[in-house]
């Protein structure tokens, strides 16, 4: 009969295993959200639950993943939340990520960081779970060809003429068929703000966010139609 396993303190002795295409799957998911929830993983992957619920618990044993221990609070509070996952320092290795020690930084993320963070995934997971159901494409910001020493960031006028810079939490496309049969692509992006600020910086920043509008030019004659801006709580 299998021991429990901790679920926050890695155990040393645990039989080592032979990474799957499905585990690679996981990786690069929980890699390109930054953190995901189990449920949100078993919806994405698909399968049974239990069977990958295991094998995440080996995972994070076995150093691929993380259980940030700022979601312990939420956890010991309420069981009815799933763990929170992120790379650990094996998988940003066998990623060839740079820097390769997503371990500890994932380790070391406060609460609200990881409020915010899980935030976002569970809007862009429910995104994509839609958009499956009803054959739209959703293209991640990884796949936009955005390069990579310049993400995407712009500058905006805001009262009194100072400027402020603005990085949305995600950039995004839809790709559907119209009428006529052509693929057509809309550009997005997302803010998401679960915690609380004055709501003179949300009335400044919101509407360049949810308008349409052109901060580079680093997708060619693409523009993003429209913006995104969700709140939680109290939050903006």
């Known amino acids: 009969m299998m021991h429990r396993l901790p679920r926050f303190q890695r155990v040393v002795k645990v039989a080592p295993i032979q990474l799957t295409e499905r585990d690679h799957d996981i990786l690069r998911l929980v890699h390109r959200h930054r953190f995901l929830r189990s449920h949100q993983i078993i919806a994405l992957i698909g399968g049974s639950a239990q069977n990958?619920?295991?094998?995440?618990?080996r995972l994070f044993h076995l150093g691929y993943l993380e259980r940030p221990r700022a979601q312990l609070q939420y956890y010991e509070r309420s069981g009815s939340q799933t763990i929170a996952y992120g790379l650990g320092n094996k998988s940003g290795s066998l990623l060839q990520l740079n820097p390769a020690s997503w371990g500890e930084k994932n380790r070391a993320i406060g609460?609200?960081?990881?409020?915010?963070?899980?935030?976002v995934s569970d809007i862009m997971v429910s995104l994509e779970l839609a958009c499956r159901q009803h054959g739209i494409r959703l293209l991640h910001e990884d796949e936009l060809n955005l390069p990579v020493e310049a993400p995407l960031h712009w500058r905006v006028k805001i009262r009194d003429g100072a400027k402020l810079g603005v990085i949305p939490d995600r950039a995004f496309a839809l790709e559907y068929a119209d009428q006529h049969g052509s693929t057509q692509r809309v550009y997005y992006f997302l803010e998401a703000d679960g915690a609380p600020c004055p709501s003179s910086a949300k009335n400044y920043l919101k509407p360049h966010f949810t308008g349409s509008c052109s901060p580079t030019k680093r997708l060619g004659p693409a523009r993003f139609t429209s913006g995104i801006?969700?709140?939680h709580g109290s939050g903006c």
């Open 52 to 57: 990958l619920s295991r094998r995440l618990q």
């Open 111 to 119: 609460r609200m960081y990881l409020a915010h963070a899980l935030l």
């Open 229 to 231: 801006w969700a709140s």
